[in-house]
Nanobody, 126 residues
Framework: QVQLVESGGGLVQAGDSLRLSCAAS????????MGWFRQAPGKEREFLAA????????YYADSVKGRFAISRDNAKNTVYLQMNSLKPEYTAVYYC???????????????????WGQGTQVTVAS
């Protein structure tokens, strides 16, 4: 069983930066890809960024391209999301997810991911 634990959320001011972390554990953790999503109250969970675990490929939603950066440390089984120039509309619960082979070709599709963390709240004050 794979467990994902996010951390790094909190209350920040508009324009600030924040780095989220997602630590994975499990007897054999070898996902095909890891992704970050967010869900604001009353809205659907939306894709933000993803990285394939064994390549340099990264993927971003147009809404965060150039503002967010995903990275990972395979030795630590940890994926990060660096978020810059935060806006109040970014207030949401941020989730990380891990996907096996089924996420190939559907890396922005939340339903293709197999494991999810509990989420971390990010609140951006204006």
């Amino acid at each position: 069983q794979v467990q994902l634990v996010e951390s790094g959320g909190g209350l920040v001011q508009a324009g600030d930066s924040l780095r989220l972390s997602c630590a994975a554990s499990g007897r054999t953790f070898s996902p095909y890809a890891m992704g970050w999503f967010r869900q604001a109250p009353g809205k659907e969970r939306e894709f933000l960024a993803a990285t394939k675990w064994n390549s340099q490929n990264t993927y971003y939603a147009d809404s965060v391209k150039g503002r967010f950066a995903i990275s990972r440390d395979n030795a630590k089984n940890t994926v990060y999301l660096q978020m810059n120039s935060l806006k109040p509309e970014y207030t949401a619960v941020y989730y990380c997810a891990a996907g096996r082979d089924g996420v190939d070709g559907y890396i922005a599709t939340k339903d293709k991911y197999d494991y999810w963390g509990q989420g971390t709240q990010v609140t951006v004050a204006s």
